[in-house]
């Protein structure tokens, strides 16, 4: 017991001193305190009670706190402030009329489907001043990141598929009777008290786990009722590292949900589109089909025409449709006529063009941007399908992410999990890793360089998978016209005095499935090199600012010798560059040979530089093996890229006395 009591108040004189390393003083304002109390009802709906008070502690925390604003979905929930004071540094509390609060449409991008914000406007606060107020918002949650939030745009969220008749059903959640929400505990200014309460009846049973740290927690009776508090002090600001993982795969999370686990909501989001009746043929689409699909004698040939049809050929545009939105897909009817939508349609519709080719289809929930607990909390925000082949494997298809794509399921989804909403049920799957050589980049030059620095010569690119996409992208996506000047523009980026002298793009590059891209270079660089008193620096062309959109993984800050978090690329891939440099004669490299062999669990890369008497070969060779890494891959992938810079350094021509 002594034992266990010293344990105790050592735990909290570590909680006491590491409390104090919190400089509050230094913010412009302070969250004193944010406090969330839920009620859920029999049916799933929840009254939320939120109160936060904001201490202000200069004039710029005062300016940025005197307008409250708050997002709501009208189609899920009913949000209203309740209670607004400023308390005074006299101590002195002034009332503010709720009365004057205005509610408005959000802000939208892309999707349009009527969210709203309520704004109050408090008027002038000073240093020392503390804002109190409440809202209540009663519905249920979702877990919908906004475009912000992803950079990138959203397709789905949960709201509701039938029509409302009183606010029972309209504040009932899609999947009725049950109750989850995904509470985030990190934040971007100091919480010196955090709060969520979580009431519900008896009966029902909760699942819940904190996620990456702790918070004090207790579940005690209340009458009827089970009472949850997960309660957190001294809240510092979590502070981001660059190209790090999402912050709910980093940060302090709490997940609760009352589903039992995710074949239960599978089977679920099965039914309820097939009882809609989503992916019913339609005469139209099925004309397109069998045009489509003509002289196509394999599963795969015909999932893979029909995917790039989908994908090609209904815009990404969310509109509010009416009924079906959210968790039920809207009809094939609806998407093939208006050829737009999220990527509810666009999977939809897919779905339903490859029911109609004898493919067996079904949508699949998934979370673009950080991964999915298996606590069934429902932390999704984009629309997927998978294809049951014939020998019964499952396999992921993303329409919405593979326009004008030689792939099926974009790789920047790879280690990305997804929930397929099959009848028999399915369990939480996650895509695997993509090879690197499925999205190689390859430069390969031949140049002339003379005494005065300038150089001609000519390289070829090549690229497969993603980095496929990123070259491609002006033939596809520009006007033809451009081409020139954007091809020009690539060569500008290694030397402003640069000249395109011609370029070989092949036949048609806006045909994507006929071969992956190569295109031909031919240019002139006057005063390329730096030259000296018979002495010349030259820098290697194919690591000089060619195609760095494609070099994603050049963004990674190798500055850090570590990393607290797990950390992003864009894609795994593989990067193949090869040089070969003829010199001026009477002139020979003074920079030694190189030839570096690095090999590790995340990155490879090999590289040699070996000069003759009258030229110079590069070679390198660059493996990125994921998309996702750990924290522990940085080593490796630190040491890989820093390898790779390396042979970006000036070499060394002198001429021979």
Partial sequence: MKKFISTLLFTFILFSLSAHEIDFSKYDYVNVLDSTFVKVTEIGSGTFNIVKIIKIQTNKGALQNRVI?????????FAKFTSVKILRANGKVEEINVNNV?????????????????????????????LKYEIEKKGFTYALLTAQQMNMP????????????SDDDRFAPPMRGEFYDIVPFWTNIPI?????????????????KFYQGNCASSMVYKGDRKVYEFTKVNMAPFKRESNMVDYFDCAPKLFLSSTKNWKEKSKWFNKVNEDYGSFNSYAPAAKKVKELINGKTTEMGKIEVLTHWVADN????????????????????????DRCGVCKDIAGSLIGMLRIAGVEAYPA???????????????????????????GELIPIDPTWVPFCRELWSSAEQQQNYLPGVPEGSDLCETPLSPPENHYFRIKAINHLDASGNLKGEFIVTAEGQSDRSVRGIFLSGWRNDWQNYLEGILLTVSPKAKLISVDYGKDPKNYMAAPISIKFKYV????????????????????NLYNSVRSFRTLDTSL??????????????????????????????????????????????????????????????????????KEDWNGVRQAILDYDSFGDYIIIKKDK
């Fill in 314 to 337: 209904i815009r990404y545009s969310g509109i509010t449709m009416g009924e079906g939105e959210g968790f039920t897909l809207h009809p094939l009817s609806m998407n093939y006529e």
């Fill in 69 to 77: 604003k708050f997002d709501y979905d009208p189609l899920t929930a």
């Fill in 192 to 208: 010196c008290k955090k709060v969520y309460i979580l009431s519900i009846p008896e009966n029902k049973e909760i699942q819940f």
């Fill in 365 to 391: 929930m998934t979370m673009a941007g950080s991964r999915v607990e298996k606590i069934p909390a429902d932390h999704f925000n984009h629309c997927v399908v998978v294809a049951r082949l014939k020998t």
């Fill in 102 to 130: 205005k509610d408005y449409v959000a802000p939208a991008h892309m999707i349009y489907w009527g969210a709203r914000q309520i704004l109050l406007e408090v008027g002038r606060l000073y240093p020392g001043d503390k």
């Fill in 561 to 630: 010798e570590n990393r607290k978090y797990g950390f992003k690329d864009r894609c795994s891939r593989l990067v193949e560059l090869e040089e070969l440099v003829y010199i001026p004669r009477n002139y020979k490299v003074v920079s030694k040979d190189i030839n570096i062999d690095f090999v590790s669990t995340p990155a490879d890369f090999q590289g040699t530089m070996i000069s003759t008497d009258n030229t110079i070969k590069l070679n390198e060779k660059l493996v990125m093996k994921k998309r996702v890494y750990n």
């Fill in 525 to 544: 660089i006057p005063d390329y090199a730096v030259c000296g008193d018979n002495e010349v620096l030259y820098k290697p062309i194919i690591m000089n």
């Fill in 154 to 165: 959203v397709g789905k969220t949960s709201s509701m598929a039938v029509k409302q008749n």
